[in-house]
């Protein structure tokens, strides 16, 4: 059986309609819900709601310390779902809150910066590190474009970078099944297969309203494809490790989607030197990151070289156990500093 959202609303104005979300889909039918807003855009969205029995707790940060927090809070208020209103970090921590609740969860994405907004993981910050924990996924989505449209732009084109990123991703799980007789969701690839073509080729961008309802619904159908996989397989593989090697090594450079996407374009070079893989395919990952601004070369993110090079050395020990291309070729340092240099001359071209 298929775990999915009861209700996926992804317009202008839906936020509008969460109260009616809620109550159709008899998600909390006495209207007892708690919401938990960013310090973002999340506090102006509940001044709009018409929710009169909610009761509002902020979250100022990402750690697993304030989603514990706020999950105690949950439990202790007797309510019957829990509304997660704002960017990456408040809906994982919601999502985390209310897993440990054991009530049900409405992420409602105020940008599109990644694929956590449907997913069955949360990334926490806990004690220097930012690990994946598995939670239940949310049991409905609403994205309203105009509070997206209201976002900083560059975290609406980092989702572009996460979603693309699933093409690398599939191809290490396709490899871990070759090699390692890892199991492959056939449903899960195409979830997260679909995802990132659906956006790969589109000419518009995030001036358009289509554009966006593509993107937010990718998105979505990334975290369908965690959810049915059971882990984020389909979704990450060499791209994010070496994205959270960066977060590692050098925090606050670059953000998620576009560590994931320069992750996936590194990623898929190394496909082409060493395996074969068509090069038209590496163009086309490439022309897409150009075409929305994102980072194609290590300096593109605030990197060196020797930085991305020393990043992609420590990337298998972010993730133990996942067998990626990088595990697969097993480069040493001198190996992969050769290798960044030949992908920066090469790429920047």
Not at 85 to 102: E, F, L
Not at 275 to 301: N, Q
Request: glycine share 12%; net charge negative; hydrophobic share 45%.
């Amino acid at each position: 059986m298929l775990a999915s959202p009861l209700a996926i609303d992804v317009r202008r104005g839906a936020v509008a309609s969460l109260g009616d979300v809620l109550a159709d889909r008899r998600i909390a039918t006495e209207g007892r819900i708690a919401v938990a807003v960013g310090p973002g855009q999340g506090a102006s969205i509940v001044a709009d709601l018409d929710l009169p029995h909610s009761e509002v707790f902020q979250v100022d940060d990402g750690t697993v310390d304030a989603a514990t927090e706020l999950g105690t809070k949950l439990r202790a208020g007797a309510y019957e779902a829990v509304a997660g209103i704002g960017g990456g970090k408040t809906i994982d921590v919601t999502k985390y809150a209310a897993t440990m609740a054991g009530i049900p969860m409405v992420a409602v994405a105020t940008n599109l910066a990644h694929d956590g907004i449907a997913s069955p993981v949360s990334s926490l910050e806990h004690e220097g590190g930012k690990p994946s924990i598995g939670v239940t996924m949310p049991i409905a989505v609403v994205i309203d474009l105009d509070y997206v449209r209201a976002a900083p732009e560059r975290l609406v084109r980092s989702g572009v970078g996460d979603v693309v990123s699933n093409i690398s991703a599939i191809e290490d799980w396709h490899l871990a099944g070759r090699l390692k007789g890892e199991p492959v969701d056939g449903m899960a690839v195409t979830f997260a297969r679909v995802a990132a073509e659906a956006v790969l080729h589109r000419p518009d961008s995030i001036e358009s309203d289509a554009f966006l309802g593509v993107l937010a619904e990718g998105l979505v159908l990334s975290g369908m494809a965690m959810s049915v996989a059971g882990s984020s397989r389909p979704a990450s593989g060499a791209c994010h490790e070496i994205l959270h090697a960066v977060t590692q090594l050098y925090p606050g450079v670059g953000n998620h989607g576009e560590l994931a996407g320069l992750g996936a374009l590194y990623a898929s070079f190394l496909r082409t030197r060493r395996e074969g893989w068509p090069e038209p395919r590496l163009e086309e990952i490439r022309a897409c990151l150009v075409r929305h601004g994102l980072p194609t070369l290590p300096s593109d993110a605030g990197l060196s070289d020797e930085d991305f090079a020393r990043a992609v050395a420590h990337a298998p020990g972010t993730r133990p156990g996942r067998f990626t291309i990088l595990e697969h070729l097993g480069l040493t340092e001198d190996e992969i500093a050769r290798s960044v240099a030949d992908y920066v001359e090469t790429i920047g071209r």
